[in-house]
């Protein structure tokens, strides 16, 4: 189950919205802004529906 979540680039500090599948617990991926298009790596915690917690890291 895709969910939407609005989260902050890194790198230009734009806000846009990143679909997350919420069926995979515990995830880790790479990312590219759909603003500036740089990479970006993020770390997501979910349950089945819901985003429990988002980090963004630079790389
Ligand atoms: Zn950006």
Request: with cysteine.
């Amino acid at each position: 189950m895709l969910v939407a979540e609005s989260i902050q680039c890194p790198h230009c500090g734009q806000f846009f919205d990143l679909f997350v599948d919420t069926s995979v617990a515990s995830q880790q991926f790479t990312t590219d802004c759909e603003v500036c298009c740089r990479p970006f790596e993020v770390s997501a915690e979910c349950e089945p529906g819901r985003i429990l917690g988002l980090e963004i890291t630079a790389n």
